[in-house]
Each structure stands twice: as structure tokens, then as C-alpha cells.
């Protein structure tokens, strides 16, 4: 008997949201970060990237510039990606991994581009 059945090549997800998803919407399950590529209407079978590359919300000013080839994580209170895993609360809450820059992103720059890895 077989262990495992091949679904699909894994680029994307199938994803339900019980609220509205707008495209480019960074969406998180447990560990898991995907973006919605187009909108998905609530209750609405639609599906997440969780590969390719994202120009990604970021933090803006002094000390904010990420170099190319940094992990990065999803901030989902603030909405911006960011090099810290762990939000710096009490108790200690990681951020859900979104994987690596491509290119560096400068203190002024509101975005910065991401290979999404899972």
C-alpha cells in the first residue's frame, strides 16, 4: 500500500478563509505563511503562493534596511516582514518564517522582495 499519493507540485494551497482575503494578503496558519494572489471571498475555496517572490511590506527609518540573503519572518500586528523571529513579548511568540530576501532593501524602501520557502 502506498505511504503517500502525489497531489500537486505545492507552489500553492488550497486555502478556505472564514473572512475575505484581498490579493496580496499575507495569510498564516500555525506555522505556515502563503500570500493570496488574487482575492478569496469568505468561505470561498481559493489558494495561497507559498513560492515565488514577493515584493513584501516592510518597516520604514532609521535601522530598517535588510541586506539580500537575510531570513525573514511575517510581523502580522504590525504587517511588515522583519529579520526578528521572536516578537519580544512576554511570553516569547515566534513570527511564522516567510523565507529569504532577494534583494536588499534600503531604510527608505516600503517593501523588500522575497523568495517565499516553506
Do not use: C
Request: net charge negative; no cysteine.
Amino acid at each position: 500500500m502506498a505511504k503517500a499519493t502525489y497531489v500537486h507540485d505545492g507552489g500553492s494551497i488550497d486555502h478556505t478563509p472564514s473572512a475575505a482575503v484581498a490579493a496580496g494578503d499575507v495569510v498564516v496558519q500555525n506555522d505556515l505563511a502563503g500570500v493570496a494572489r488574487t482575492p478569496i471571498a469568505a468561505n470561498a475555496l481559493g489558494s495561497l503562493a507559498v513560492t515565488g517572490v514577493f515584493d513584501v511590506a516592510k518597516a520604514t527609518g532609521a535601522g530598517t534596511a535588510i541586506e539580500a540573503g537575510k531570513k525573514v519572518y511575517w510581523d502580522a500586528a504590525n504587517g511588515v516582514a522583519t529579520t526578528s523571529a521572536d516578537d519580544g513579548g512576554e511570553p516569547a511568540t515566534a513570527y511564522p518564517y516567510l523565507g529569504k530576501t532577494v534583494k536588499a532593501a534600503t531604510d527608505a524602501d516600503t517593501t523588500v522582495r522575497v523568495r517565499l520557502s516553506q
